[in-house]
């Protein structure tokens, strides 16, 4: 790869795991760079003052949860900070988990915490610099490899802190690496926070659903009638209610000897233990209670993170922990109750009877309550519908969920790799005049975007074969015409994209540019406004205007299959003149796009890609590595 702002030669580090470096760069000890746990000057901070206070649980990568405590609390046995220090846990697993940040907005500029954090005072390095560099693989490795104590009680020395070697380039670039990452960061970080959001939404929908499917019914014609309990509401006039004891009982038979599978009651269901996990482990099984399949077993000592399930499986499970069945198993369908006591812990009802001490996680459901709990009663054959139904609806926003978290996962994992390929000088980095747009002004550059799209629309009249082809369009101009947009594409199913696409279909329709139509496919009409859209484009976009009618017109007559091959192709070769590959070979490109792309880009046969490869390159549509890397992740969005 070529290192930052193209330089060629590279040396080897020196440093275990850090590998080669641009030749004019150093390398260095922290401690000639930084200061470790300095004194801050707090002679105008009295005892009363409200200062910032912060607990090993509120550091999180560039992150701080603020609380604040009285000056006066601060007895000399914490670690202390100013504006500007880095954060860094000392201990497992904090440490290896990249729990760090740079301290700012101090309440009266200083703050105490955790004697188990370091405080890294930057001195004569970029300080966002030095941040992304604490973050590296070889940084977090060596640390880890040095650790001293027992257990969870593992931590990082100071001597190694302070004798680490990492990377120094010139201050200046220094300045320009901190910078553009701060800038990528932000939008990886904020496709993560559209995802996290976007999960939690399908959690709200997946609790509705269950919800309105065990108190309601799935007729939504039925004739109701009020069930007189406050979490059901109106239930159908055909439901009965029973108290609990009369449909389920509660067991508790102790093994009483060695052997048996270990059960833990899991939010994915009730699952055998492994037992080579890291974890809390008991001395001796043979006290533990028996389940057998098609137990219940809940966790009814934590009514908030617990859970409640049906087990597959023959074993044992905590003592603590309620096992119940049904009495009379012909009468009832299990697992339309199943979905019912797991409403009761999403909706936290079960919690709202408990007793305890909750703020110390004792808080628990008492069998008196749980025996007298009212349930409602469909007819069988109802409880086996809805159990059927929301088997199958579950399944799908389970489905959605993992989809999301597997994204998440990859786009933290493609962060760091990201974060050390740029500090280490492995990646070359845009210019800072390139990086302005995206950061500074994510208004103008909608409206620009917008304003390409309305040109793109324009060009391909009534061929526009939907959102798709529009896309592919929109990221081959962006691509070969080198325009400054550093738009963050994902490598997804349909080829590359962009997250931020209905963005721009927004202000096509507030400006009355287009009216876009959905179905089976997005379709778009010109509105009354498409004139003044079009002059404002020449405006902006005039000097590229005949090459965008050269890539558009070379793209029209395809179909979506074909345009998702070239944009993917297009892509691939970027990335691949991005990562210092100026020149690969069309075996390299294919190869990349079928192996690394996603899965169903192996399905078409090498000859095909080939094919369109070819035509490409005949229409000399070169691309120059300009732009960002895409991401190797797959979206899971709904395109029309």
């Not at 109701?224 to 009982?249: E, N």
């Not at 691949?576 to 792309?597: A, C, L, Q, R, Y």
Request: glycine share 6%; aromatic share 10%; hydrophobic share 35%.
């Amino acid at each position: 790869m070529t290192p930052a702002n193209g330089f060629a030669e590279m040396k080897d580090s020196g440093i275990l795991g850090c590998g080669s470096i641009p030749s004019h760069w150093e390398t260095i000890a922290l401690k000639y760079v930084a200061l470790l746990d300095g004194k801050v000057d707090t002679s105008n901070i009295t005892p009363e003052d409200t200062v910032s206070f912060v607990p090993m649980e509120c550091i999180r990568n560039d992150k701080r949860i603020p609380k604040t405590a009285q000056k006066s609390k601060d007895n000399g046995t914490y670690s202390s900070f100013c504006n500007g220090d880095i954060a860094i846990a000392k201990v497992t697993p904090c440490f290896e988990n990249g729990n760090i940040c740079v301290m700012a907005s101090l309440e009266n500029g200083y703050a105490f915490g955790s004697s188990e954090l370091f405080s890294v005072r930057p001195q004569n390095i970029v300080g966002r610099y030095l941040f992304y560099s604490l973050q590296t693989p070889y940084f977090l490795d060596g640390g880890a490899a040095t650790m001293t104590g027992v257990g969870g009680l593992k931590r990082v020395s100071s001597y190694y802190m302070k004798n680490v070697k990492i990377v120094f380039p010139p201050l200046s670039e220094q300045s320009t690496i901190a910078s553009y990452l701060d800038a990528q960061c932000a939008k990886i970080d904020e496709i993560i926070a559209q995802d996290k959001a976007s999960i939690e939404d399908y959690k709200q929908w997946k609790m509705s659903v269950v919800n309105d499917a065990v108190t309601h019914g799935l007729d939504p014609n039925a004739e109701m009638k009020d069930s007189g309990i406050y979490w059901m509401g109106k239930i159908p006039t055909k439901w009965g209610l029973k108290r609990l004891k009369y449909i389920f009982a509660i067991k508790k038979d102790i093994a009483g000897e060695l052997g048996h599978t270990v059960l833990a009651i899991t939010q994915q269901g009730i699952k055998p233990k492994n037992m080579s996990d890291k974890g809390q482990f008991a001395l001796d099984y043979s006290k533990y209670q028996l389940v057998v399949p098609g137990d219940f077993a809940m966790n009814h000592m934590d009514l908030l993170t617990g859970w409640v399930d049906i087990s597959q499986y023959s074993g044992v499970t905590s003592p603590d922990y309620r096992v119940f069945f049904a009495l009379h198993p012909e009468e009832i369908d299990t697992n339309y109750y199943k979905h019912v006591f797991q409403t009761c812990y999403r909706c936290r009802i079960f919690y709202g009877l408990g007793q305890g001490v909750s703020g110390l996680g004792r808080w628990r459901l008492p069998a008196e309550m749980f025996l007298n709990f009212v349930l409602p009663v469909p007819p069988l054959d109802e409880q086996r519908k809805i159990g059927e139904f929301l088997d199958k609806q579950c399944a799908k926003i389970d489905d959605l969920i993992i989809e999301k978290q597997s994204l998440i996962d990859d786009l933290e994992s493609y962060k760091k790799s990201f974060i050390y390929e740029v500090v280490t000088g492995k990646r070359r980095i845009a210019e800072p005049d390139q990086m302005t747009i995206a950061v500074l002004s994510p208004d103008i550059l909608r409206y620009q975007k917008a304003l390409l799209m309305l040109r793109i629309l324009d060009l391909l009249g009534n061929k526009a074969r939907g959102r798709i082809h529009l896309q592919k369009c929109m990221f081959a101009a962006e691509c070969l015409l080198n325009i400054p947009f550093q738009t963050q594409y994902i490598r997804y199913d349909h080829g590359p994209y962009d997250l931020h696409l209905a963005d721009y279909e927004t202000v096509l329709c507030d400006s009355g540019w287009f009216n876009i139509q959905k179905g089976s496919h997005v379709t778009y009409q010109k509105s009354r406004h498409f004139a003044e859209g079009l002059k404002e484009y020449m405006n902006v976009f005039s000097d590229i205007d005949e090459k965008l009618k050269h890539i558009v017109a070379f793209l029209k007559p395809m179909k979506t299959t074909q345009a998702e091959r070239v944009a993917t192709l297009l892509a691939a070769w970027n990335d691949f003149i991005i990562d210092g590959i100026s020149h690969p070979t069309d075996k390299e490109i294919i190869n990349e796009v079928m192996s690394n792309w996603t899965p169903n880009k192996a399905n078409p046969q090498y000859s095909t890609w080939q094919d369109t490869l070819t035509k490409i390159r005949k229409n000399r549509f070169i691309p120059s590595g300009f732009g960002i890397h895409t991401l190797k992740k797959e979206v899971l969005l709904q395109e029309e």
